[in-house]
């Protein structure tokens, strides 16, 4: 795209700016507005949020409602990350207009129900079951680690359907209504004190049979397009200037967009965050550095190059695969995953070497008023959600380097004469 095309989608966007950003108007109706106009995710089809614009128009509408001020397009947590690609590439028509136009609308926010206590790394060995009833599917099993699914309106669920083949190929991929007597989502408490994530029990669930995504088997073809999204996921973040609020049933919509944008000025007044994805920027490092009376200590020195000379690196990186649409290295979000998770992991050690003792404490007068032990206490996480460290180094092996795949032994038997994961009497 041009630079004159780029500039007439901006003319075009601010001028719908100023005919529809109304600051007495509710969230909901600021977001069905941004939808139905093609602004929400200008990348995704015409019709459910977007006008299937290439990557630059997007930046270009992105960069016109962030300099305006406005509040930007739902997320809903993992709705637009990884339940809306997943369904735009292998959902039916049906289900792309049921599902992917409340997403972009704001209207429902999502989960993933993945892992499970036994099937982590090991995904394909899930043993939650689904059994067909006339025109439903009934769901029995245990989630666990489950990203605010105590908040999400829908989950992206895989369940086995069929336990006589082997175990990548009798998985089946549904969109569950996560409101439903059979479903219920119990917070866990993480070492930093917040809740983030849930086990999730299904208790003969429901599912309309019209809400299996993808071919009935065919579920881990369909997954590796979520796990993708994931990989790629890493990279994102906040556009600065656009304000955010929750999307769902739990989140904000009915408060006015005048209410959202106040409320947001208000808390970057009384807590504006310097740590980006639990990692401590360069610069705040060497701050840091000094007012610890580090920065003339050899060891110091080096080691904050090394983390300075990391995370420039990382940032042209990330650029790189952004400017390549994804299709650097074939393993794109896997490396973005590693390279983001080694440079918290450092940032941990490194920040800790410097402030001592002193990360012990909590509270105004302690290290980034509290934020830097939150940070490293967070940071573990990093390493292992949406695929750890080692399985991203395999994916990475196998896609970009071309080497042999990892062995396994089990890839033809039945999953019913396996004796792994959470496999229990089916
Ligand atoms: C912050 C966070 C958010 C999460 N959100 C979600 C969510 O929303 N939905 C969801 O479904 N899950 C979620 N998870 C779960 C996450 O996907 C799993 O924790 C992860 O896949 C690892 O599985 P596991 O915990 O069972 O560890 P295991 O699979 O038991 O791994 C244990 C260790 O063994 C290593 N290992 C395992 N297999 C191999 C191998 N083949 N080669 C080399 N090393 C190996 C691992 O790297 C790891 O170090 C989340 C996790 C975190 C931390």
């Given at each position: 795209?041009?630079?004159?095309?780029?500039?007439?989608?901006?003319?075009?966007?601010?001028?719908?700016?100023?005919?529809n950003?109304?600051?007495?108007i509710t969230l909901r109706e600021w977001w069905r507005r941004l939808a139905a106009a093609?602004?929400a995710?200008?990348?995704?089809?015409?019709?459910?949020g977007?006008?299937?614009?290439?990557?630059?128009?997007?930046?270009?509408?992105?960069?016109?409602?962030?300099?305006?001020?406005?509040?930007?397009?739902p997320?809903?947590?993992?709705?637009?990350?990884?339940?809306?690609?997943?369904?735009?590439?292998?959902?039916?028509?049906?289900?792309?207009?049921?599902?992917?136009w409340?997403?972009a609308s704001g209207q429902?926010?999502?989960?993933?129900?993945?892992?499970?206590?036994?099937?982590?790394?090991?995904?394909?060995?899930?043993?939650?079951?689904?059994?067909?009833?006339?025109?439903?599917?009934?769901?029995?099993?245990?989630?666990?680690?489950?990203?605010?699914?105590?908040?999400?309106?829908?989950?992206?669920?895989?369940?086995?359907?069929?336990?006589?083949?082997?175990?990548?190929?009798?998985?089946?991929?549904?969109?569950?209504?996560?409101?439903?007597?059979?479903?219920?989502?119990?917070?866990?408490?993480?070492?930093?004190?917040?809740?983030?994530?849930?086990?999730?029990?299904?208790?003969?669930?429901?599912?309309?049979?019209?809400?299996?995504?993808?071919?009935?088997?065919?579920?881990?073809?369909?997954?590796?397009?979520?796990?993708?999204?994931?990989?790629?996921?890493?990279?994102?973040?906040?556009?600065?200037?656009?304000?955010?609020?929750?999307?769902?049933?739990?989140?904000?919509l009915?408060?006015?967009?005048?209410?959202?944008?106040?409320?947001?000025?208000?808390?970057?007044?009384?807590?504006?965050?310097?740590?980006?994805?639990?990692?401590?920027?360069?610069?705040?490092?060497?701050?840091?550095?000094?007012?610890?009376?580090?920065?003339?200590?050899?060891?110091?020195?080096?080691?904050?190059?090394?983390?300075?000379?990391?995370?420039?690196?990382?940032?042209?990186?990330?650029?790189?695969?952004?400017?390549?649409?994804?299709?650097?290295?074939?393993?794109?979000?896997?490396?973005?995953?590693?390279?983001?998770?080694?440079?918290?992991?450092?940032?941990?050690?490194?920040?800790?070497?410097?402030?001592?003792?002193?990360?012990?404490?909590?509270?105004?007068?302690?290290?980034?008023?509290?934020?830097?032990?939150?940070?490293?206490?967070?940071?573990?996480?990093?390493?292992?959600?949406?695929?750890?460290?080692?399985?991203?180094?395999?994916?990475?092996?196998?896609?970009?380097?071309?080497?042999?795949?990892?062995?396994?032994?089990?890839?033809?038997?039945?999953?019913?004469?396996?004796?792994?994961?959470?496999?229990?009497?089916?």
């Amino acid at each position: 795209m041009d630079a004159r095309q780029v500039g007439d989608i901006e003319d075009e966007v601010q001028a719908w700016v100023d005919t529809n950003w109304d600051e007495s108007i509710t969230l909901r109706e600021w977001w069905r507005r941004l939808a139905a106009a093609g602004y929400a995710y200008p990348r995704w089809p015409a019709g459910v949020g977007g006008i299937s614009g290439s990557g630059a128009t997007a930046r270009a509408v992105t960069a016109v409602l962030a300099r305006n001020g406005v509040i930007g397009p739902p997320v809903g947590y993992v709705a637009a990350t990884l339940a809306a690609p997943t369904i735009l590439e292998h959902g039916t028509d049906h289900q792309i207009r049921e599902l992917v136009w409340p997403i972009a609308s704001g209207q429902a926010s999502w989960c993933q129900l993945f892992s499970e206590p036994g099937s982590g790394s090991d995904l394909a060995s899930v043993g939650t079951r689904a059994v067909r009833d006339r025109d439903e599917w009934v769901v029995t099993g245990q989630k666990v680690w489950n990203s605010a699914a105590d908040r999400a309106d829908f989950g992206m669920l895989l369940a086995r359907t069929d336990p006589d083949q082997p175990k990548h190929l009798g998985i089946t991929y549904f969109a569950i209504d996560m409101h439903q007597p059979g479903v219920e989502a119990r917070p866990l408490r993480q070492m930093n004190g917040t809740s983030s994530f849930c086990e999730v029990f299904l208790s003969e669930a429901r599912v309309p049979a019209e809400m299996v995504v993808g071919e009935l088997n065919g579920g881990w073809k369909v997954a590796q397009t979520t796990l993708a999204a994931e990989r790629s996921s890493v990279a994102g973040g906040a556009t600065p200037g656009l304000h955010q609020a929750q999307s769902g049933s739990t989140g904000d919509l009915d408060l006015t967009v005048g209410d959202i944008v106040e409320r947001s000025r208000q808390a970057a007044k009384v807590r504006r965050s310097v740590i980006r994805s639990n990692a401590v920027p360069a610069k705040v490092m060497l701050d840091m550095a000094r007012r610890y009376g580090k920065s003339t200590d050899p060891v110091a020195r080096q080691d904050l190059a090394r983390y300075i000379t990391h995370v420039r690196v990382n940032g042209w990186t990330m650029r790189r695969i952004a400017a390549a649409g994804g299709c650097l290295t074939g393993a794109d979000g896997s490396v973005a995953k590693i390279t983001t998770s080694r440079i918290c992991q450092e940032s941990r050690d490194l920040s800790y070497r410097i402030v001592g003792a002193a990360g012990m404490l909590m509270g105004p007068e302690s290290p980034l008023a509290g934020e830097l032990q939150l940070a490293c206490l967070g940071s573990p996480g990093t390493r292992i959600g949406g695929g750890t460290d080692e399985i991203q180094m395999n994916v990475l092996a196998e896609r970009a380097l071309g080497l042999p795949r990892e062995p396994s032994s089990d890839k033809d038997v039945p999953y019913r004469d396996l004796k792994v994961g959470t496999q229990r009497s089916l």
